[in-house]
C-alpha cells in the first residue's frame, strides 16, 4: 500500500486517511479491518470508532445493512470506553 518509517500513529492516520477517500466499498472495509486489528489491544478507542464506522458506511453502502448496524454498535461502545 505504501512503504516508509511511520510510527504505529502515523500509520493508522494515514490508513483512516484512505478509507474515508476511498471510493471501493470493500477496500474501505479492508483498510477498516486493518485498522480494527491494529488496535485490538484498545490503545486508541477514538481511532477504533472511525474505523467501525467507516466499516459501518461501506457494509451498509454495498447492502450489508445488518453487518453495517452491527459495525455502527462496535464502534458507538468504544465511545464509551
Do not use: P
Not at 48 to 61: N, P, T
Amino acid at each position: 500500500m505504501y512503504s516508509g518509517d511511520f510510527s504505529k500513529e502515523e500509520e493508522l492516520t494515514i490508513l483512516i486517511e484512505l478509507a474515508v477517500s476511498e471510493t471501493d466499498q470493500s477496500e474501505v472495509i479492508r483498510i477498516s479491518n486493518k485498522i480494527i486489528k491494529m488496535l485490538s489491544d484498545g490503545s486508541d478507542s477514538k481511532m477504533l470508532m472511525r474505523a467501525y464506522l467507516q466499516k459501518g458506511h461501506a457494509l451498509r453502502f454495498l447492502g450489508n445493512t445488518d453487518e453495517a448496524i452491527e459495525s455502527y454498535f462496535r464502534g458507538g461502545r468504544q465511545q464509551k470506553r
